[in-house]
């Protein structure tokens, strides 16, 4: 009898996926699903959703007291998920508008420190700040670290050290 010859190249390579990869991916789809969930139907509209995942969304803001309904539905959603073609892009954008939470945070550090060293250094940091931002305005600067440096002298609650802060976040970040 004879044997038919294979062709190698026609043959397909089959690709096993484990079980345990694919269960890695249906929790990073409901991570990510529960994240879109959770975020402000104004922060999802700068998400590219299909027509069925904004349907699901807004039914998951609906369902978001029912503890079991919520659930399931977030398996849906993770479902849905999975099954989109434009999964690179909901990525890209939950990215972006956690990043800005971060940047946002890292400035607010920042001028928390800027505040620290002015307080300390006094009038040599703020004419550096001055000439680096000309929308500060240097007499009403000067007056909120004197209040400041006064209250923490004094021991007392540091109302002008937080007003230093915000007149600091008002002028710089909206530079």
Known sequence: MARKKRNPELEEEIIYISKSEIKREVQEMHKLGTQLAALSPKAREKVPLDAILEEAMVLADKLSKKKESYRRHLNYIAKQLRLADNLDEIKHAMDLIGNKNQQASVALNKLEHLRDQIIADGDKKVNELIEEYDNLDRQKLRQLIRQAKKEVEQEK???????????????ILAS
């Open 157 to 171: 609650p540091a109302k002008g050290y937080r007003d230093l802060f915000q007149y600091l976040k008002e002028s």
